[in-house]
């Protein structure tokens, strides 16, 4: 059974810094490209970092860049996210996820297993 378990989020001041740990439990971790996605209220799921299966190439949305950084531990099955100078426009639950073929994808589609979330917020 795969499971995707998200922690560390919470309550931060803006120019704080949060890190978000993902456990995966799927035999085909060490393949699989691993993301990380947020959904603030009232908005659609979107696209924040990705990693590829080795952890040699990263990508990230915009809005993060440069104060995000998203790294893998393929001997313990995990992905962290790294958020530095947080905004409060970074308040949302944020997810991790696990896409089983293909590049790095920027589309929550392109996603198969996904874990249940965890919310960060970010006060003014």
């Given at each position: 059974q795969v499971q995707l378990i998200?922690?560390?989020g919470g309550l931060?001041?803006?120019?704080?810094s949060l890190r978000l740990s993902c456990t995966v439990s799927i035999r085909t971790f060490s393949s699989n490209?691993?993301?990380?996605f947020r959904q603030a209220p009232g908005?659609?799921?979107?696209f924040v970092a990705a990693i590829n299966s080795i952890g040699g190439s990263t990508?990230?949305?915009d809005s993060v860049q440069?104060?995000?950084t998203i790294l893998r531990d393929n001997a313990n099955n995990t992905v962290d996210l790294q958020m530095n100078s947080l905004k409060p426009e970074d308040?949302?639950?944020y997810y991790c996820a696990a896409k089983l073929f293909g590049a790095m994808g920027t589309q929550w589609p392109e996603y198969k297993y996904w874990?249940?979330?965890t919310q960060v917020t970010v006060s003014s």
């Open positions: 998200e922690s560390g931060v001041q803006a120019g704080g490209t691993m993301g990380w908005k659609e799921r979107e990508r990230y949305a440069g104060r995000f308040t949302a639950v874990g249940q979330g």
